[in-house]
């Protein structure tokens, strides 16, 4: 300790006499080339003698800003001479702080990226007014809420009553339209409204005005309101479009409205239409077809008192139409729990992945704080023989973390810009408001809180380990420290890094099996080599409707590369009409209870193209016509639910209990997936039409979408333009819109289930890459500080085996416990993950074993390179080093 009396007893001298501070720079420059000469004169090489009397100062950066330290100053002369050292300190060793950055970086980037995404769906509020007013009715006859379905009629005989709502529309998305003139045609997505849509919302039109009762009605002027994007796109943002004509489905439109640039409810239209030129089509008190609404209640006016005031005139209502009415009540949900209910718990799930995530960098770089601590005791007994207490210690190494935290900010900030949009592309759509995902104001707050937050996190423990300094124990030139208690905390957060990340991999496991599952199911049908397009069909006459579709499945059937080719009004894995249905001849249901399943009508030729096996029976036939008895496939479902051990062959089904012509039953075909792969859902049969037995008087004579299918022996892709031009020349008018291989929709349809079991997988994998650096660090410090001891070990006779033993045992009981605490951590947490996984148990025994396993051998590997260096340990070098 001689050197540093000297030393200490200078600086207080020089601080005494008021000399200028950089002569304290130069008696610490005149110290170390006094130990420089002392270390030449025992025969040491010139640059190891400096070396040894650099390390023997110690760390101690620059002796001016210690004595300005403890001679003392402002609070913010303070703050910036800390913020000053702290950045010197960070340059000084850019190997520790490029690592240390890194890792924060990823970790708050990928927090920040995920929580621009929550932002966005689940915590920024509705550009609506007063959007806590807001609600969402739906009718059930069940007593369940969650439906959005509304019958039109029981909506128009409580619209208007103000007792309880300040504003009501009825809203129907996903219309479709045929716009001509002024380009080329073009399909747009429709929505039909009634009056006072916007003002409902509390949404001010961009140019116009919104519908009034007189543009609700049948027989009204049609008029339309245009989205801010058609209005930009096709009019070219043309100011004074209000009150021209546009053209829909044959049909002259006067422009009444456009809305803002901002505005987006439920899924994205390109035009919204008065519902009320259209009621006829909803005339039935039931729900199919139905709507949906949206309504403002009255201030002071709670959803409780709201639903209780509705379900009088329920209650009403079921007495005059009992048919349709009984049972059936009215459920109000808040318009962002309708929303975004059914998305927040995958995106809170993996908010909260992500935060193990930043746990295990924060461990880490904790980790190499404390390593880098205990090179610096020297520095810290150098500030504490100048008269720096505890306090001041600590505030220090807490300034330089939280640089460093904050210097990873903004790393994580570039990450996160780059991760959302990734993101955003990986979503699957029907995200509500996904569009808005960015980094905002309340975005770069929560990176700067979570940034100030891991500073913390990550530096306390350094920060008060250093300051128990024991200043003697500190200043022994032998002391180099030793696997001890001064590495227990170090040896904890390695425990957590392992638990943490065996937690990660556990759920990214169970997603893994849940999907692998979900793509053995079959789905009844051939994905592969099978294109699919959709026309909107726009014509009044049924005879040129029927007639196109039928000249268009020969010529497209006769291009090379195709082997059949076939049309339908619905496609599985997609958006289905789901009527009652009844068997002849066996007593009538009870109202209410009448059976359902999902319709197609399709050519003869679908099942060939779509790969659809028949079971029994026959399929259409070119025999099958409008003069013909009417005939119906049905597949296996419906088969095994209605008809058990008799033969359905040859049976009536009905499509209502009206008294409508029936059907016979020609074939049954295998069941296909109609809404997911996981069959999540009630498993609804399913029955087909002949698209060639339809009267031309009842085909449809608005716009409807039909699918073009064709099968192909080449790429189904490569033929997409030439299917385009056999289109095109029937009829140029036609709008062609989603085109897709069969493959794709499969895939669109498990979008949700990739994508959660992507980014899982991407943390885990991370985590697992930060536990093994972590595992390893701590092992290859403990080497390099028991290298005496080793040496010594080999010296009285220890084999390399037994050096290798020792050094991965005392590194595999670290991961061991952190696998023993992760399991027990992950039985508890996968439990939240039930409703995100198909076909394996939250606890599935093989996915633990596995995991627990891999992490394992992980950390065996990360022990086993620096136990192998240890090994190699010249047993003479290393007592001559020490």
């Known amino acids: 300790m001689k050197w540093l009396n000297i030393l200490v007893a200078r600086v207080r001298a020089l601080l005494g006499r008021d000399m200028v501070l950089q002569d304290i720079d130069e008696e610490l420059r005149a110290h170390i080339e006094m130990e420089t000469e002392a270390n030449r004169e025992l025969g040491m090489e010139p640059e190891d003698a400096r070396r040894a009397a650099m390390k023997s100062f110690g760390n101690v950066g620059s002796f001016r800003d210690l004595a300005y330290e403890i001679r003392g100053g402002g609070f913010m002369e303070t703050l910036w001479q800390d913020l000053r050292y702290s950045t010197r300190m960070l340059l000084k060793n850019p190997g520790f702080t490029l690592i240390a950055v890194l890792t924060l970086g990823l ?126 796109r096709r009019f070219g943002g043309d100011q004074n479009i209000v009150g021209k004509q546009i053209t829909l489905n044959n049909l002259s439109y006067t422009v009444v409205g456009v809305t ?3 505005f987006q409810y439920g899924l994205d239209a390109d035009v919204t239409v008065p519902i009320g030129l259209s009621a006829e089509r909803f005339k039935a008190r039931g729900a199919d077809p139905g709507i949906a609404a949206v309504a403002r209640l009255k201030p002071n006016m709670s959803l409780e008192q709201a639903e209780t005031a509705l379900n009088v005139i329920y209650a009403r209502m079921e007495q005059q139409y009992p048919e349709s009415n009984t049972g059936r009540r009215c459920y109000l949900t808040p318009l962002h729990e309708s929303f975004v209910g059914d998305v927040r718990q995958p995106l809170l799930i993996l908010l909260g992945a992500v935060g193990l995530v930043l746990l295990i960098a924060c461990a880490n770089v904790a980790n190499l704080l404390l390593v880098r601590a205990s090179t610096r005791r020297r520095e810290m007994s150098v500030r504490v023989a100048l008269g720096a207490n505890r306090w001041r210690i600590i505030r220090q190494l807490l300034t330089e973390s939280f640089v460093l935290s904050l210097i990873g900010a903004a790393l994580g900030i570039l990450v996160a810009h780059w991760g959302t949009s990734f993101i955003v592309t990986q979503l699957p759509d029907g995200i509500p408001r996904l569009n808005e995902a960015n980094v905002d104001v309340r975005v770069l707050a929560f990176t700067l809180g979570v940034s100030l937050l891991t500073g913390l996190l990550f530096g306390l423990a350094p920060a008060l380990q250093a300051s128990r300094l024991n200043l003697t124990d500190a200043l022994k030139e032998g002391d180099r420290g030793s696997f001890g208690a001064r590495q227990y905390l170090r040896s904890v ?3 957590c890094e392992v638990a943490l990340t065996l937690t990660l991999l556990v759920g990214a496991g169970l997603l893994l ?43 497209v059937r006769r291009m090379p590369g195709v082997t059949s080719a076939a049309v339908s009004n619905g496609l599985p894995l997609g958006v289905a009409n789901n009527p009652i249905f009844i068997i002849e001849g066996r007593p009538l249901p009870e109202k209410g209870k009448e059976p359902g399943a999902t319709r197609y009508t399709v050519s003869p030729t679908y099942f060939e193209t779509m790969g659809i096996d028949l079971l029994k029976g026959r399929l259409f036939a070119a025999q099958d016509t409008p003069q013909t008895p009417a005939v119906v496939i049905i597949d296996e479902a419906l088969a095994q639910q209605h008809f058990q051990n008799d033969d359905p062959i040859g049976k009536r089904l009905a499509q209502s209990t009206s008294g409508t012509p029936s059907f016979e039953i020609i074939g049954v075909v295998r069941h296909v997936e109609q809404n997911n792969l996981d ?3 009630t498993l609804r049969p399913q029955f087909y039409l002949n698209f060639n037995q339809i009267p031309p008087d009842r085909l449809p004579g608005q716009v409807r979408r039909i699918n073009i299918l064709t099968r192909t022996d080449v790429e189904p892709s490569s033929l997409t333009s030439a299917v385009r031009a056999q289109i095109a020349a029937l009829n140029k008018d036609q709008a062609v819109f989603n085109v897709r291989t069969m493959e794709q929709i499969v895939s669109q349809n498990v979008a949700p289930r990739r994508f959660s079991m992507l980014l899982l997988t991407v943390f885990a994998v991370v985590a697992l890459l930060l536990a093994s650096i972590g595992i390893y660090g701590i092992m290859a410090y403990s080497v390099a500080q028991r290298t005496r001891e080793i040496g010594l070990r080999m010296t009285l006779g220890a084999q390399r085996g037994n050096v290798l033993r020792m050094v991965i045992g005392q590194g595999m009981k670290l991961a061991l416990a952190g696998v023993a605490v992760g399991l027990i951590a992950s039985v ?32 065996l590997l990360a022990c086993w390179v620096p136990a192998r260096r240890a090994t190699k340990v010249d047993p003479m070098v290393a007592l001559r080093y020490e």
């Open 260 to 262: 803002p640039q901002s």
């Open 493 to 495: 957060l390695v425990v």
């Open 828 to 859: 508890a947490l996968t439990r939240t993950m039930k409703s995100l996984l198909f076909g394996v148990s939250a606890t599935d025994p093989l996915t633990f074993v596995s995991i627990a396993f891999l992490l394992a051998l992980v950390g």
């Open 107 to 232: 970790g708050i980037g990928a927090n920040t990226g995920i929580f621009s995404i929550v932002n966005a769906v689940l915590l920024r509020p509705f550009p609506y007014q007063a959007t806590e007013q807001l609600v969402i009715p739906g009718e059930s006859n069940t007593g369940t809420r969650g439906n959005t379905s509304l019958s039109y009629p029981n909506f128009a005989d409580w619209k208007d009553d103000r007792n309880i709502f300040a504003g009501v529309s009825a809203v129907r998305s996903n219309e479709n339209y045929n716009i001509m003139g002024s380009g080329d045609p073009e399909r747009l997505i429709g929505r039909l409204v009634s009056a006072g849509f916007l003002g409902t919302l509390g949404v001010a039109p961009l140019l116009g005005r919104d519908f009034l009762a007189d543009d609700d009605r049948q027989g009204a002027t049609p008029t339309v309101i245009l989205s801010y994007g058609l209005w930009s």
């Open 679 to 681: 069959g999540q859902g």
């Open 513 to 555: 099996q849940s999907f692998r599952r979900v793509l053995q199911v079959d789905p009844g049908f051939k994905a592969q080599n099978l294109l699919t397009m959709q026309v909107s069909v726009n014509n009044p006459d049924g005879n040129q409707i029927a007639s196109f579709f039928n000249q268009l499945q020969e010529n």
